[in-house]
């Protein structure tokens, strides 16, 4: 796709980063099943640092490094759309909603018979979001997991019929009033602090050596960022790369105050 300055290459995998005298020199993608070598004066990752070291050619990475790199620990994540006729919760509040439905966007369930950490109602965060949002909800229940295990291992099918069968539990919808569902998977949803985590400073004074590349977004810098945090690593990089400043701190730095914005004053 081409922007006013640049071409965006979708279905590019990269694979290989070859690197040269502390530069990275060329990334290598897969795409259609083929390798593509791209060629580049800056690098700006934001693929996860494990895949990132991992990719580096030559056996330019220390074998210490590597380990850290493999040993990263990450969360994954799966989600079941279900579209109800009504919810079997009743809004109790004095706030209004289409359908009378409850308000809340997101509901954290407590249950410790249930797998399911939270759900949310698609319809309050915009009923532009459901086709008919005075009859129908969205809701979208939410599951950590790992690649792999037996719950990310179920079909569509089944994992969805156990997430509806967990909602129904709880008495928040009848199974009857299903009328559509939609699984989606993530991985590496979470980046996890824990295993090598401890030393990732080495990791980021490693990956610093490189001074054509920087790391950004969430799992670019194995930082559990938000979306804020994530765009403004990319506009601390951008902002290095124009005025020339060499060290990385600043791109590193956001999201590592102790006082978090979301906090209530
Ligand atoms: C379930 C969930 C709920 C969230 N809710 C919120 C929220 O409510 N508010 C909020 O602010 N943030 C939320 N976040 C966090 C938010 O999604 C992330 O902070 C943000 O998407 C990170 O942006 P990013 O660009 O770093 O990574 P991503 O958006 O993950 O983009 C990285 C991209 O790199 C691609 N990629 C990976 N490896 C390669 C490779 N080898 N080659 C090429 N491309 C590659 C991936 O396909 C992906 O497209 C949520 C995250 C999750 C998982």
Not at 75 to 100: A, E, I, R, W
Not at 130 to 144: F, P, R, S
Not at 198 to 207: F, G, H, I, N, T
Request: glycine share 6%; charged share 30%; net charge positive.
């Amino acid at each position: 796709m081409k922007t006013k300055d640049g071409i965006i290459k979708k279905g590019y995998c990269v694979k290989k980063i070859n690197v040269k005298d502390n530069k990275i020199k060329s990334v290598e993608c897969e795409v259609n099943g083929k390798l593509e070598k791209i060629e580049g004066d800056i690098f700006i990752s934001s693929m996860p640092v494990k895949d990132l070291v991992s990719g580096i050619q030559g056996n330019a990475v220390p074998s210490k490094i590597s380990k850290i790199a493999k040993g990263l620990p990450y969360v994954d994540f799966q989600t079941v759309g279900v579209l109800v006729k009504k919810m079997k919760l009743k809004n109790k509040t004095k706030m209004k909603t289409l359908g009378n439905i409850v308000p809340d966007c997101w509901v954290y369930v407590q249950e410790p018979e249930v797998k399911m950490l939270r759900f949310q109602v698609f319809n309050n965060w915009s009923p532009y979001l459901v086709k008919d949002a005075e009859n129908t909800v969205w809701i979208g229940l939410e599951y950590t997991c790992s690649e792999g295990d037996k719950y990310w291992n179920m079909t569509d099918e089944e994992f969805s019929s156990f997430a509806i069968n967990e909602l129904a539990s709880m008495d928040i919808i009848d199974k009857d009033d299903v009328i559509d569902y939609h699984r989606e998977k993530v991985k590496k949803a979470y980046p996890a602090y824990f295993d090598t985590y401890k030393d990732m400073d080495k990791l980021v004074k490693y990956l610093n050596g490189y001074e054509n590349l920087y790391c950004i977004g969430r799992n670019g810098q194995h930082r559990y960022n938000n979306m804020d945090h994530s765009m403004v690593t990319a506009f601390e990089a951008v902002k290095n790369i124009k005025t020339g400043k060499k060290t990385k701190e600043n791109v590193w730095n956001v999201n590592t105050e102790k006082e978090y914005h979301e906090e209530k004053k």
